[in-house]
C-alpha cells in the first residue's frame, strides 16, 4: 500500500507568458505507516504536490502510482482512490455546506456509497475523535467558532477512514491549544491506527516534534527528504530558503556556542527540557 | 478545469494595444462592432477579419490563448447556427423527417457564426488588453455627460470594476471548493441532469457563503478607508491622450469607412 511519483512536473497556464512551473522532476514514494512533514515557503508547490496524489490535479508529465497502479491507468477509480488518500484542504472550513454538523460530516461516507448505519456510526467517531462535543452536533457549521470548524471539516475527512491522511496546513489561523490539540489529533490517529500522514506546514515546529521523515520543498523541487535531524543540520541552506528551524533548536545551538556541552540538534522541547535539566544535574551535583 | 476559462479576463503584455489609452479601445470596440453589421459580402467580412488579425498580432496576445476565450460560448454558437440552418424558409437542399436545411439558412447560419465569431473575439481583445480598472476608468469618462440627467454614472463604474474584478476571485474560489468537495468523494461529471444538479448544492452553498463574506469585507474597507461616492473624487492617475491615441482614433474610422465602402460599391 505505497505511493510513489516518477519524475512529475506540473506546470499551470502552460501556454502564456504568465506559466508556472509548480512541480519540477518530483521523485517520491511514501511508504505504509509513516508520519511525513512537507514543508517550504509560500508558494513553493506543497498543495499543488499533495492535489496531485489523490487525482484532482493531473501532472503536465510524469508517473503517479498507488500500490502500484497508474492512478492515470485504464479502469482506475480516482473516486475510490479519494476515499484511501483522504486530502485535508487549506482552509477546510470554508467547504461547509450542510445544514447542521453531523450531515456535514456524513457527506463523504455517503459518497462512498455506504449504507445509511454506517456511514452515521463513521461519521460519530470522526467527530469523537476531533473532540467535537455530542450537544452540538445540531448547530448550523455557519455558527460554530473558526477552531471548531476546522475539526467538523477534518472529521469530514476522517469519516472516510482514509489509508493516507494529507492535511494541508491544518493549523493555520489557530490559536496555541488549538494548534496543539490538532497536532495531537493527527498524532494519535497515527499511533493509534497507524494512519500514514501527510502533514504539510510553514512552521518547523509544527513539524519538528512529530515528523519522523522530513520533505523540504524549494521553488518546486525537493530539497531535502531525510530525518528531521539530518536535514536540521543544513541551517544555511534552510534559512537561504526562508525557513527556520524550530525555536528549541536556535536555544540549543545557542548553549553549545556558550560552551555548554548540550546536543545542539535537538527539535522538541521535551528533549531540550531534559538535555538541560541533565547538564544543570551534572554540573551541581 | 474551470480556471481555464479566460472571458472578461486580462493578459499582461507590453504591446501597443495595451499601452491605448482605455476610451480608444471602448470606442473603437464599438465601432468595430458596427462595422461587423455594416460589411454584408465577401470581401467585407474579408476586410473585418484582416483588420482584427492585425489588431491581435499587434497585440502580442498569443492566438491559442484568444481561442480558449471562444470555447465556453462554442455552445450557443451551435444552437444559433442550428436554428438559423433549420427554421430559414427557402431552397430546400437536404430534408430528413421534418428537419429541413436550405441554401438561404445554410447561408444565414454561417454569416450569424462568422458574426458571432467577430464580435466575441473583437470584445475580448479589449477585455484582454485593458485591465479593468482602466475599462472602467474609460467608462467613466466616457459616460461623463450623463451625470448632468442624472445618471450615477461614477457609481456604475464602481460596481462594475468590483464586479470585474471579482470574476477572477470567484473563479479560483470554485476551483478550491470543487476540488475539496471532489477529496470528499463529490462527483460533478456523471449521472443525469437531476443528480448533477443536485451534486452542485455542495459547491453553491459555501460559493455563496464566501462571495457574502467577501462583499461585507469590501464594503467594511471601503467604509473605514471613508468611501462616500464619486462627488469631488479625484484621480490618481488621470486618463491623458497621447499621439498614437488620436492615430487609433482616425484608423478605426477609416476601418468604419472602408467597410461602408465596400458594401456600397460591391
Ligand atoms: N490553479 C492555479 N493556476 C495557476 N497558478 C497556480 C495555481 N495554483 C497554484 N499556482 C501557482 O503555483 C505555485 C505553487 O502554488 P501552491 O499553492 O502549490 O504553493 P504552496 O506551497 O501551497 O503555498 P502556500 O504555503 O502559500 O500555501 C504558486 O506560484 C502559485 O501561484
Ligand atoms: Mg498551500
Known amino acids: 500500500m505505497s505511493m510513489t511519483l516518477e519524475h512529475v512536473n506540473c506546470i499551470y497556464s502552460a501556454d502564456t507568458n504568465h506559466s508556472v512551473h509548480a512541480l519540477k522532476d518530483i521523485c517520491l514514494t511514501i511508504n505504509d505507516g509513516e508520519f511525513i512533514g512537507l514543508i517550504g515557503h509560500t508558494g513553493c508547490g506543497k498543495s499543488t504536490l499533495v492535489q496531485h496524489l489523490n487525482g484532482l490535479i493531473r501532472p503536465t508529465d510524469g508517473l503517479i502510482t498507488y500500490n502500484g497502479q497508474d492512478i492515470y491507468g485504464k479502469g482506475f477509480n480516482r473516486k475510490e482512490l479519494r476515499g484511501h488518500v483522504g486530502l485535508v484542504f487549506q482552509y477546510p472550513e470554508h467547504q461547509l455546506f450542510e445544514n447542521d454538523v453531523f450531515s456535514d460530516v456524513c457527506f463523504g461516507p455517503i459518497n462512498l456509497g455506504l449504507d445509511r448505519k454506517e456511514v452515521e456510526l463513521r461519521a460519530y467517531e470522526a467527530l469523537h475523535a476531533v473532540g467535537f462535543p455530542d450537544e452540538d452536533f445540531e448547530s448550523s457549521p455557519f455558527e460554530i467558532s473558526g477552531g471548531q470548524k476546522r475539526r467538523v471539516a477534518i472529521a469530514g475527512v476522517l469519516a472516510m477512514k482514509p489509508d493516507i491522511l494529507i492535511l494541508d496546513e491544518p493549523t493555520a489561523g489557530l490559536d496555541p491549544k488549538g494548534r496543539e490539540d490538532i497536532l495531537e489529533l493527527i498524532s494519535r490517529l497515527h499511533r493509534e491506527n497507524s494512519m500514514t500522514i501527510i502533514l504539510v506546514s510553514h512552521s518547523m515546529d509544527d513539524v519538528a516534534g512529530y515528523a519522523e521523515r522530513l520533505i523540504v520543498m524549494d521553488h518546486g523541487s525537493i530539497a531535502y527528504d531525510d530525518k528531521p535531524q539530518e536535514v536540521f543540520k543544513n541551517v544555511r541552506e534552510l534559512e537561504a530558503m526562508g525557513l527556520a528551524l524550530p525555536e528549541v533548536t536556535y536555544i540549543m545551538r545557542t548553549l553549545k556556542r556558550n560552551g555548554y556541552d548540550v546536543d545542539d540538534t535537538l527539535t522538541t522541547i521535551d528533549e531540550a527540557v531534559d538535555a538541560i535539566v541533565s547538564l544543570y544535574k551534572s554540573r551541581h551535583s | 478545469m474551470i480556471r481555464e476559462i479566460t472571458i472578461g479576463q486580462y493578459y499582461d503584455e507590453e504591446s501597443v494595444i495595451h499601452r491605448l489609452d482605455p476610451r480608444v479601445k471602448l ?85 450569424m457564426a462568422l458574426r458571432l465569431t467577430l464580435l466575441i473575439t473583437g470584445s475580448s481583445l479589449m477585455t484582454l488588453t485593458t485591465t479593468p480598472n482602466n475599462l472602467t476608468d474609460g467608462m467613466e469618462r466616457l459616460l461623463r455627460p450623463l451625470t448632468r440627467i442624472r445618471v450615477p454614472v461614477h457609481e456604475i463604474a464602481m460596481m462594475m470594476s468590483i464586479a470585474l474584478r471579482f470574476i477572477p476571485i470567484l473563479l479560483e474560489e470554485t476551483d478550491i471548493i470543487m476540488k475539496a468537495q471532489m477529496a470528499r468523494g463529490a462527483d460533478f461529471e456523471s449521472g443525469n441532469i437531476f443528480r448533477r444538479a443536485k451534486a452542485l448544492v455542495p459547491l453553491l452553498v459555501p460559493l455563496f457563503v464566501s462571495a457574502f463574506r467577501r462583499a461585507n469585507d469590501l464594503a467594511m474597507a471601503m467604509e473605514a478607508r471613508c468611501y462616500r461616492g464619486g462627488e469631488g473624487r479625484t484621480k490618481m492617475k488621470p486618463l491623458k491622450y497621447n499621439g498614437r491615441d488620436y492615430a487609433a482614433y482616425a484608423i478605426v474610422w477609416l476601418f468604419l469607412a472602408g467597410c461602408i465602402v465596400l458594401r456600397i460599391v460591391l
Open chain 2, 27 to 111: 470606442v473603437a470596440t464599438l465601432i468595430y462592432i458596427i462595422s461587423i453589421f455594416v460589411v454584408n459580402n465577401i470581401p467585407g467580412y474579408a476586410f473585418v477579419v484582416v483588420f482584427l488579425g492585425i489588431c491581435i498580432a499587434l497585440s502580442h496576445v498569443p492566438f491559442k490563448f484568444i481561442v480558449k476565450g471562444l470555447k465556453p460560448v462554442m455552445i450557443i454558437l451551435f444552437i444559433t447556427i442550428a436554428f438559423n440552418m433549420l427554421l430559414t424558409p427557402g431552397e430546400i437542399l437536404w430534408k430528413f423527417w421534418i428537419l429541413k436545411i436550405s441554401r438561404e439558412g445554410l447561408k444565414a447560419g454561417a454569416t
